[in-house]
Nanobody
Framework: QVQLVESGGGLVQAGGSLRLSCAAS????????MGWYRQAPGKQRELVAL???????NYADSVKGRFIISRDNAKNTVYLQMNSLKFENTAVYYC?????????WGQGTQVTVSS
């Protein structure tokens, strides 16, 4: 069982930045594929960014060039640096870990961007 705890959400003005963190339990973090997803009110959960165990990254088109996903294996933590935030980025952001086909989710952290 992998436990994920997100932090770093909050209220920010459009154009501002936030950095989300997700701390994971377990000794196998190096091997987890980690991701950030978000869910806006009335919408389905969608992928924001992924980072593999070898640190390859993938981004939704809407965030390319503005968001950066990274990981610190020594701290069992994955980050999402969000720059040039837009009103439409308002959502609950969830951390996800995949290990041996099993998927785990954090409780989510609210990001609110004021226009």
């Amino acid at each position: 069982q992998v436990q994920l705890v997100e932090s770093g959400g909050g209220l920010v003005q459009a154009g501002g930045s936030l950095r989300l963190s997700c701390a994971a339990s377990g000794s196998m973090f190096n091997f987890y594929k980690m991701g950030w997803y978000r869910q806006a009110p009335g919408k389905q959960r969608e992928l924001v960014a992924l980072i593999t165990s070898s640190a390859s990254t993938n981004y939704a088109d809407s965030v390319k060039g503005r968001f950066i996903i990274s990981r610190d294996n020594a701290k069992n933590t994955v980050y999402l640096q969000m720059n040039s935030l837009k009103f439409e980025n308002t959502a609950v952001y969830y951390c996800n870990a995949v290990h041996f086909g099993d998927a785990y989710w954090g409780q989510g952290t609210q990001v609110t961007v004021s226009s």
